[in-house]
């Protein structure tokens, strides 16, 4: 694979007219034939990203270049892209056939070519011996493989998906997770993804970029940002997770809970103000006695793969367990975790001094 960037953003900012700033110095790098989702709540600024890529706006400051030539005012038809967008934007009087044969119509093809392009495409999105159908006769996952045809027979060198799978009950927006994911791999083209799911981000994407309040707050994999989350606003919205104040005593020392744990972080301050994460599926149930923690279970709710128990320790912080074992509401019991189980957030830490960091860890573990 060819990892040269195909698209980036250099500190762009963007305000609608005297709105206050929707995206704010924002600076990334896009690399051709991965699948990118753009994650965060509704205003974060993950749809304008997709809005400046397509063309449809302009950056108010900064710059976006697309291998490496300058776009910030090249108009949405001379572009590269094509964009899926959220409620599909088929057109109800044409057939499947006609829908995506549109846009190759308007660069006047010839009807052999037309005919040839479009069977290929339908074919690719499982659609093969449906052209003839008429939209309102499609169901939503079909609508929606119907929008993808369309834009992929362009041969854009991206495709912008606008939250596409919204409108799909669960089932079916499962299965067209994995449909996209595979069809991303076969096309081997750049894929960029809008969606507020978490899970729906961790299933699908070979990198994440989280957004809140106009800012990515974090960028990587998606082993890399649920494991290792920068602060609270990525840690509480890529899934589940507890949250506690601490300190760090002292490198592999953390102290929380009132008591002191081990663990394996390092490099930052003795006696340093922090956050402590852990999932509460690292959490294991056991007796009092065994427990690094002992909690009062609260509440518990069967979720069909796991229960959910909320706990409360001695000093009032909340623990959410995910576990396989049933617990008896308004019992005591303990919790066990492995130190690696701790993560520790710094406070008000940059993305770039974290991925120092994380870096200086490297050279002393390679070191030793």
Same mark, same amino acid.
């Not at 697309?66 to 899926?84: C, G, S, W, Y």
């Not at 899970?199 to 994999?221: C, H, P, R, W, Y």
């Not at 082993?223 to 506690?244: H, K, M, W």
């Given at each position: ?8 953003? %250099? ?66 038809? &001379? ?32 009807? $052999?070519?037309?005919? &040839? ?83 729906? =981000? ?7 970029? #989280? ?28 899934? %589940? ?85 049933? =617990?008896? #509401? ?10 690696? $189980? ?17 870096? $200086?860890?490297?050279? #002393?573990?390679? $070191?030793?």
């Amino acid at each position: 694979m060819n990892n040269q960037p195909i698209i980036r953003f %250099e500190q762009v900012t963007k305000k609608y007219d005297r709105e206050a700033t929707v995206l704010d110095q924002v600076s990334f790098e896009i690399e051709r034939g991965k699948f990118y989702t753009l994650l965060g709540p509704s205003g974060c600024g993950k749809t304008t990203i997709l809005r400046l890529i397509a063309g449809f706006v302009e950056p108010t400051e900064g710059n976006i270049y697309f291998n490496d030539k300058l776009m910030n005012h090249i108009p949405a038809n &001379e572009r590269q892209v094509n964009t899926v967008f959220q409620d599909y934007a088929l057109f109800p009087h044409l057939n499947v056939f006609e829908n995506v044969a549109f846009g190759l119509r308007i660069k006047k093809l010839s009807k $052999a070519a037309i005919r &040839e392009k479009v069977l290929e495409a339908l074919r690719f999105v499982n659609l093969a011996g449906y052209e003839n159908r008429e939209i309102k006769e499609m169901s939503g996952g079909q609508r929606q493989r119907v929008a993808i045809a369309r834009a992929i027979v362009n041969e854009p060198e991206v495709i912008l998906l606008d939250e596409p799978l919204s409108a799909l009950d669960l089932k079916l927006r499962t299965e067209m997770q994995y449909e996209l994911r595979e069809l991303q791999r076969r096309l081997g083209i750049t894929f960029i993804f809008v969606t507020h799911d978490q899970e729906e =981000a961790l299933a699908m994407s070979d990198e994440i970029f #989280v957004l809140d309040n106009g800012k990515i707050q974090q960028s990587g994999t998606p082993t890399d940002i649920y494991d290792e989350p920068i602060n609270r606003f990525v840690a509480d919205f890529i899934g %589940e997770s507890n949250i506690i104040k601490g300190t760090m005593v002292r490198d592999f020392v953390v102290h929380f809970a009132d008591k002191e744990f081990e663990c394996v972080d390092q490099g930052l301050n003795d006696n340093e103000t922090i956050d402590v994460v852990i999932r509460p599926e690292d959490l294991e149930i056991t007796s009092v006695e065994k427990g690094k923690l002992q909690v009062r279970v609260d509440s518990q709710l069967f979720r069909g793969v796991h229960y959910e128990i909320c706990c409360y320790d001695q000093e009032g912080n909340e623990w959410l367990v995910h576990s396989t074992k049933k =617990a008896t #509401v308004d019992s005591e019991i303990g919790l066990y975790f492995e130190p690696e $189980a701790i993560h520790v957030m710094r406070l008000g830490e940059t993305e770039e001094e974290f991925d120092r960091r994380l870096e $200086a860890y490297d050279e #002393v573990s390679h $070191a030793d």
